[in-house]
């Protein structure tokens, strides 16, 4: 089995649809990386023009393929690059923490936020060499759980990228933030106490409570990237960073319909939580 093929898969779907959205993913991750690096990175910044080079390429393919017998060798294609950007922002990183660059744009915590959805994008795409999971509860609290992270993080990089004047927007993307850090917390809390069972009541009830969240969430990015064009608000954030940002909440909404519609489907298994032969005495 690949490495990148884990016990716990993402509930998202390998199709074509899913692969074209994070291929424009990765190609702007490239774009960004590049212009957070410092001028004198000049090797680095070739390389994240290579990759942004390679993204541009496969997604203008991907517009090309169906779900036929391309599909898999073009999926084995976009695996190498996804792989490669991956360690490329893992490399980016530990040079980033040890103080090997100094200046650029380029958070650490961005850089491991990009190589989370590069990894996130890879177990999507070994999905095809996978099984299909036994407990599909895992997938859906797992889901939950990085999609919760990412939406925390995106707001802690706003709230950093506006200029300290801006107090009202700041204020409103802390409050988000300390929002979507707890109900990560949540989610995690869910994956210990439903691993190897089955969607309960209370879990219904907070998928409510993150849909309703994202959307708050996904309508102060809409509202935000709506200023940052007409430059009605001041900060360092490029219309395309906030473009960026909009459109994976728009995802995650995307994705937390498909778990609602799945959720009753899952069904607890014979034995509950374990795999071995439990007996009463």
């Not at 899913?18 to 990765?26: D, G, K, Q």
């Not at 969430?217 to 360092?236: G, H, M, P």
């Amino acid at each position: 089995m690949d490495i990148f093929c884990q016990d716990v898969k993402p509930f998202a779907p390998l199709n074509i649809c899913e692969v074209r959205f994070w291929l424009r993913i990765m190609k702007e991750h490239s774009l960004f990386i590049k212009l957070g690096l410092p001028c004198d990175q000049t090797d680095l910044i070739s390389e994240a023009q290579e990759f942004y080079d390679i993204f541009e390429k496969l997604e203008n393919m991907a517009e090309r393929i169906n779900c036929d017998s391309s599909f898999e060798r073009f999926i084995n294609r976009v695996i190498v690059a996804v792989k490669n950007i991956f360690c490329f922002k893992r490399h980016l990183l530990h040079l980033l923490i040890e103080c090997k660059i100094r200046g650029g744009g380029n958070y650490p915590l961005l850089i491991d936020h990009v190589s989370r959805e590069a990894m996130y994008f890879l177990k999507i795409l070994e999905k095809i060499h996978c099984d299909e999971m036994k407990y599909p509860v895992d997938a859906i609290v797992s889901e939950n759980v990085f999609w919760l992270r990412i939406m925390a993080d995106h707001l802690k990089f706003i709230r950093g990228l506006l200029d300290p004047s801006e107090r009202e927007v700041w204020g409103t993307s802390n409050m988000l933030s300390d929002k979507f850090d707890q109900l990560q917390l949540h989610a995690r809390d869910f994956d210990s106490m439903l691993w190897h069972f089955c969607p309960t009541n209370d879990f219904v009830r907070f998928e409510k409570v993150v849909t309703d969240s994202t959307t708050e969430l996904r309508n102060f990015k809409a509202t935000a990237e709506e200023l940052i064009q007409q430059c009605a608000v001041l900060s360092l954030i490029p219309p395309l960073l906030a473009d960026h940002v909009r459109r994976e909440a728009e995802h995650f909404l995307e994705i937390l319909a498909m778990i609602q519609s799945d959720i009753t489907d899952c069904r607890p298994p014979e034995i509950v939580g374990c795999d071995y032969e439990y007996r009463k005495k």
